[in-house]
Structure formats: structure tokens, C-alpha cells
């Protein structure tokens, strides 16, 4: 219900009804996993072999909704507005509410009740009992949980540290119990732990991987670009395919005596998530000249990471349910699942490592107001702070060609890279000619010099040019001479991946450099707007201005468009294109595909002890 009423909250295009839609999505999410996996847990005796079998079917109905949802929520989503794809989540989650009532008579009658209802109807105060109170602090948690959203950073410090407090106040508790039941408390702990590792690798499917799918990964197929949501089927689609063998697989083996212990099978887990990224990384080290990789690579990827998470979702669960004591198997599996928040935290950090968020630069966004088709203009600016003086260039007149026919912005724009630095007549300039938009990840490429300077000397010292300018005649000195210094830079190991560059150096002149426009209009087609359908673009326009000391420059709007809404928005640096982050993706990867290595190994060295300390002959 509190999902549902998440989803619906997210149809309104609000900041407000948004996060306050993803703190009731949370909050629901809170009830629902730990209790629905406890009532699977309960369908099994202790010691019945299909636990983790029934588990793992468990684990393929789950996967169900995340095949369809992308096909049908996200490609919604992404044609006509996602507040579309939210309501029809929305609607599932209305259908799976009415569906879980209708069937609720098939499982035992006290599989869902807490342990002690009469301790739960107890009133507190003021007449309130406890499961009042909950439903009441349930609702006052909205707002709180909206504001944390809101401000993201704020769990930096403590989700960490939240979720740490909750683990050891576990360990003190099992030291009150049991030797059998604190052992078995501390194989959850520590599997929890390399379940952290697990999914925060996994998790990459849902940041970097995407957009590495993106980016690189050529999904063209006969004509048609496969749009990147789709992709997010993909796991779950290997999972429908391969939990039914994996839950055969585990009861066959168990049968002859044979079944891998749940340490192994999370050994085996981790190893096979490592597999997953190596296949991404040898798809990224046979990618063609455009820098894209074969979707086949990417299929690869995905079907060993479900392949291993099969080994560790389904049956961590599983283990959860066995292992737990009674009347905590709620509890420590809320645990478990906080162990899973920690790893995705973890995920955005590694993602980070992928971000090309250095690579962006300020753009005008444009929509067209819905059925228009034809011309349509604006004006911007560029300008400088220098001291207490704001320097404007000439404006740049964008003339925008919205039509049906286009289905992505069509534009051209400069094919050579270049820099700018401003000197006095005599003065030295020393600058690093390895840019970041060229060479992204510091060790790629090589630069080759090309020509000679018109109006100064200049040598390289590795990737660092040393430029004197020459001294210059009182009239040259007053209005700027302009040198330009060109150069190549090619990949070390594919040299045949050129980009072409230039240093363009204004020696003398005035004080005060003023932005220049290289162009005075700027010609782009974008696609049209429909009534339900929205068509945003953004284009970059800043390379059309430059800054003769090589400064910053920030752009201002001179006229907006007539026939559409235009605004400024983030868009990527054009060179750098595929060619460039299929580094970034590939180095990120490489190094989890050795970590998931290593960990997998930790795992299966250390699972004998683990095995001991779950007091299971089956185990």
C-alpha cells in the first residue's frame, strides 16, 4: 500500500510529491522485504533441502516485475514522461496488493503474525497501542525521509554509521546466547560483510554499467537503437531462465549429498561476478574504431553476474531464515537487508570512479511547445568577470529546425580540439598540453608536435610545451598577433585513433581579453514535441566561444525562444566521445574484476570455519 501510494505520489511533477513518493516507496520497501522473505523462510521446516531451492523460485518471482518493469515503466518513461511510467508502477502495485489478499488463505495461519500479537495491541499510552504507534511514526517518517533525499550528502556520514551500530549491537546480543546460536549469528555477520562486496559491485548494472551500455556498447541492431532501459531486463531475464535450474540444481545435489555449502556458493558467487567483468573488460579491449563494444560482451557480463547472484541472493535469504533465531528471523533479516543498503552506498562511491561529470560543460536545453514544427531562434552570450568589470562577446543566434523527421538533434561542430593561453611580447608560457577531454584517464595517448611558430620558440618537455614568445614592434604589441601552435594526439596502442589540436597563443594586445564568438550563428535540427510526448535537447554551443587567456567563460541568454522553452543544462564536451570513456569504464572494471577475484577466494579459504560454525550435518 505505502508503495502504491509512493508510485502515485510520483505522477505529480513536483520536487515535493517526488521525494515525498520515494520516502513512502522506502518506508513500504522496509515492510515488505524483511516480512516477505521471513513468510517464505516459514514454508520450510528445519533441515528441509528445498529451503534453498524455494528460495531461489522465490528469488525468479521477484525478477518477474524487474524484467517487465523496464520494458514497460522505463520505455514508457522514456517516450512520453516518466510520471506515465510511475502510475502504471503504480497500478502493478495496486494489482500485486489486491493478488497477495486474494491468496492470503493458502499459507499457514500463523506464517506473517508476530510472534506475540497481544504484546503488539498492548496500549502504551493515551491509549495507544504499539501498532498504532507504529503506523503513526510509519507517517511521520515521510517528511524526514523526503528532507534526507532531499539532501543526499547528509547520509554520507550516517548510513555508515548507522548500519555499523545495528551489526554490533547483533554481535553483543549473540554473546548472550547460546554457543550454537551465536556461531550461526556470526556466519550471518560475516557473510554479510562479502555480501557488501557482492552488491556493490553488482550494483554497478544500475549506474556505471548503464551508462557504459550507453556510451559504448553498440545496441543497433537491423537499423533500430535499442533504447539503454531495456537493457535493465536483461538480468532479470537470465534470472527467469536460470532460477529454475539453479533451484533444481541445489535440491539434486542435496539429494546425493553433494550441495556446495552456503560459504562456497558464496565464493562461487563473487568469482563469477569477477568473470563479469572481465568479459567487459575484453569487450572494451576489441572495441571497434568508434569505441563501441559488441552487445554480445554485454550479454556476457550480465548473464555471469546473474549467474552469481543466484548463488548469493536467493540463498543468503535462505541462510538468514535457517540460521536466525526464531523470534529474531525478522530482525536480522531487516539487518541483511541494511547490509545490501551499505553495498549500494559503496556502489555510488565506486560509480564515481566512471563519473564523467568533469567532462560536462554548460549547454542551452531547448523543448519545442507540443505540435510545432518549422524555425525557431534565440540569442546567447558569452561573458568574462574580470576584476569588477563583466566583458560580453558578440552574441550567437541559434537557429533551431524542430521537425517530426529528426529523432535526435542533428549539429555539427569543430573537429579540432583546442586551447588558448595569452602572453606579453617576451614572456614564457609553460602548459600541459595532456588534457583531460583528450587523454581521460592520464596514461592513454601520445602527442606529436606539428609545425612550427610564427611568432615565438617553443620546445616539449614530455607532455609539458615551453613557449617563449618573441619580443614583438610597438604597433604589433598594441593590437595582438595570434600564434598557433598545432599538434596531434593518438592513442599509445591505437595510433589510427587521432584527435587533431591546436595551442593558440595571443601575444600582446589589451590588458582585458574580451570573449570572442567564432561564429556569429549556429544552425541545429531537434525533434519535435507531441502532446504526450516531450522532446528535450541540449546542445553544446560553448565551443563556439573562447576566452583568448584561456579563462572560464559562463554564457547569458539574449533573446529566448519564441516557439519553445530554452534554458541553460549540462552536456558533455564533444570530444569526448566513446573512443575516450570506454577507458574510464574499462579501468574501473578491470579492478573489480580482480578484487571480485581475490574476495571470492577469502571466501572459499575461510568457508570451512563458516561451515563449522553453522551446526548443520547438511551444511
Not at 24 to 38: E, L, M, Q, R, T
Not at 39 to 50: A, W
Not at 288 to 304: C, E, H, N, P
Request: proline fraction near 4%.
Amino acid at each position: 500500500t505505502l508503495m502504491a501510494i509512493g508510485m502515485f505520489a510520483m505522477t505529480v511533477e513536483n520536487q515535493v510529491f517526488f521525494f515525498s513518493g520515494m520516502a513512502f516507496i522506502i518506508i513500504g520497501n522496509g515492510f515488505f522485504k524483511p516480512n516477505i522473505s521471513s513468510m517464505v523462510g516459514k514454508l520450510y521446516q528445519p533441515g528441509d533441502n528445498r529451503r534453498d531451492g524455494g528460495f531461489t523460485i522465490f528469488y525468479m518471482g521477484i525478477n518477474l516485475g524487474a524484467f517487465f518493469s523496464p520494458l514497460t515503466c522505463g520505455l514508457i518513461g522514456e517516450l512520453y514522461g516518466w510520471h506515465y511510467g510511475f502510475g502504471l508502477a503504480g497500478i502493478g502495485m495496486v494489482a500485486g496488493l489486491i493478488n497477495f489478499r486474494l491468496s492470503r488463505n493458502n499459507f499457514d495461519a500463523d506464517n506473517g503474525t508476530p510472534p506475540n500479537p497481544e504484546l503488539l495491541r498492548r496500549n502504551i499510552f493515551a491509549g495507544i497501542s504499539r501498532e498504532t504507534l507504529i503506523y503513526i511514526v510509519t507517517f511521520i517518517a515521510v517528511p524526514l525521509i523526503a528532507l534526507l533525499l532531499r539532501n543526499f550528502h547528509l547520509l554520507d556520514s550516517f548510513l555508515p554509521a548507522f548500519i555499523a551500530l545495528v551489526f554490533l549491537a547483533l554481535i553483543i546480543m549473540s554473546l548472550r546466547m547460546t554457543k550454537i546460536e551465536r556461531e550461526r549469528i556470526w556466519v550471518i555477520i560475516v557473510l554479510a560483510f562479502f555480501s557488501i562486496t557482492f552488491w556493490a559491485f553488482f550494483e554497478q548494472s544500475g549506474s556505471s554499467i548503464t551508462l557504459f551500455t550507453d556510451y559504448n556498447v553498440n545496441r543497433e541492431i537491423f537499423g533500430i537503437t535499442i533504447p539503454t532501459s531495456t537493457f535493465q531486463s536483461v538480468n532479470p531475464l537470465f534470472i527467469i531462465l536460470l532460477a529454475p535450474i539453479f533451484s533444481t540444481l541445489w535440491v539434486a545435489l542435496a539429494r546425493r549429498n553433494r550441495e556446495p555449502n552456503t560459504p562456497v556458493k558464496f565464493s562461487l558467487g563473487l568469482i563469477i561476478l569477477g568473470l563479469g567483468f572481465g568479459a567487459f573488460v575484453l569487450g572494451a579491449s576489441m572495441a571497434g574504431q568508434d569505441g563501441k563494444v559488441s552487445m554480445l560482451f554485454l550479454i556476457l557480463g550480465y548473464m555471469l553476474h546473474t549467474t552469481g547472484e543466484l548463488c548469493i541472493s536467493p540463498v543468503g535469504l535462505s541462510m538468514v531464515t535457517r540460521l536466525a533465531p526464531a523470534k529474531l528471523v525478522s530482525m536480522i533479516m531487516g539487518a541483511w537487508f541494511l547490509s545490501i543498503a551499505m553495498a549500494q552506498f559503496l556502489g555510488g562511491t565506486i560509480a564515481k570512479f566512471t563519473s564523467t561529470e568533469r567532462f560536462m560543460e554548460t549547454g542551452i536545453k531547448y523543448e519545442a511547445v507540443a505540435g510545432f514544427e518549422g524555425l525557431d531562434r534565440l540569442k546567447l552570450r558569452a561573458f568574462y568577470v574580470h576584476e569588477n568589470d563583466t566583458l560580453y562577446s558578440e552574441p550567437l543566434e541559434l537557429k533551431l529546425e524542430v521537425s517530426n523527421a529528426v529523432t535526435n538533434i542533428e549539429f555539427s561542430h569543430d573537429t579540432i580540439f583546442r586551447m588558448h593561453r595569452a602572453l606579453k611580447p617576451g614572456e614564457e608560457l609553460k602548459a600541459g598540453l595532456r588534457s583531460d577531454f583528450l587523454d581521460p584517464t592520464g596514461d592513454l595517448v601520445t602527442i606529436d608536435m606539428m609545425g612550427d611558430s610564427e611568432f615565438g620558440s617553443f620546445r616539449m618537455e614530455g607532455d609539458t610545451l615551453h613557449y617563449k614568445a618573441d619580443l614583438l614592434s610597438d604597433s604589433l604589441a598594441l593590437a595582438g598577433v595570434i600564434d598557433t601552435l598545432s599538434f596531434r594526439v593518438f592513442e599509445t596502442e591505437k595510433p589510427d585513433r587521432v584527435t587533431f589540436a591546436e595551442m593558440i597563443v595571443t601575444v600582446g594586445g589589451p590588458e582585458k581579453h574580451t570573449p570572442v564568438a567564432i561564429n556569429s550563428t549556429m544552425n541545429v535540427r531537434v525533434p519535435a514535441s507531441t502532446a504526450i510526448k516531450k522532446s528535450v535537447s541540449t546542445i553544446n554551443v560553448l565551443e563556439n566561444f573562447y576566452l583568448p587567456d584561456g579563462g572560464d567563460l559562463q554564457l547569458e541568454m539574449v533573446d529566448t525562444a519564441k516557439s519553445g522553452y530554452s534554458d541553460f543544462g549540462n552536456v558533455m564536451n564533444p570530444f569526448v566521445g566513446p573512443t575516450k570513456t570506454i577507458h574510464i569504464y574499462s579501468q574501473v572494471f578491470y579492478y573489480l574484476f580482480i578484487i571480485a577475484l581475490i574476495t571470492g577466494v577469502i571466501v572459499l579459504l575461510i568457508s570451512p570455519l563458516l561451515n563449522k560454525w553453522q551446526h548443520s550435518d547438511k551444511e
